[in-house]
């Protein structure tokens, strides 16, 4: 049988902003087991980087995006699995189209649902790529 060689994949990741707040929920999901993670997946064929993240958004938490802007981008392989996987993640800032609005958990197999987390107490144990951006200074906000 042929083997499919594994190929890097693309990911949108949001930082989902609120007052001082950011939006984490714990994973369910072999990568980052029980980790707390930014909403977030797979770029799907021909989607904008917007259209993913807000996709997404809706599909994990319910939420509508709003204005996002792009942050960063981070190219990473993960060993920690026994398949390896290797992942160019594009790192957008948003908030929602309604501040009011509040996170479901319409995926409990992938998360154990979401929360606002103050950025200056942020839960423990973070996911390793968020956790690397954080102890490197990175900070999601403006700066106004
Ligand atoms: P999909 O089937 O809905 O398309 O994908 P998903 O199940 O929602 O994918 P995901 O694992 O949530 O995100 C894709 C990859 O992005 C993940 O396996 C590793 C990488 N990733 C990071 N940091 C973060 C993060 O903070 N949150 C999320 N969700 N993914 C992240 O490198
Ligand atoms: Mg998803
Ligand atoms: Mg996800």
């Known amino acids: 049988m042929e ?6 994949r693309v990911g949108v990741v949001l930082f989902v902003l609120k007052g001082k ?11 980052g087991e029980s980790t707390f ?5 797979h770029l799907e064929f021909g989607e904008s980087f917007e259209e993913c993240g807000a996709r997404e958004l809706m599909e994990e938490t319910g939420l509508e995006m709003g ?3 792009f942050l960063t981008v981070t190219n990473k392989v993960f060993l920690e699995k026994s398949k390896p996987c290797h992942y160019v993640i594009i790192f957008l800032r948003a908030v929602l189209a309604d501040p009011n ?5 319409p995926e409990p197999d992938k998360c154990d649902g979401w929360d606002w987390y103050d950025w ?3 839960p423990q144990p973070l996911f390793s790529t968020l956790d690397e951006m954080v102890r490197s ?7 106004t």
């Open 21 to 31: 707040s950011v939006l984490l929920g714990r994973r369910r999901a072999s990568i």
């Open 3 to 8: 083997e499919t060689q594994p190929v890097p």
């Open 37 to 41: 993670a930014l909403p977030g997946g």
């Open 120 to 122: 200056d107490n942020l």
């Open 101 to 105: 609005q509040v996170p479901q958990n």
């Open 137 to 143: 200074g990175f900070n999601p906000f403006p700066s």
């Open 67 to 69: 204005k996002a802007d």
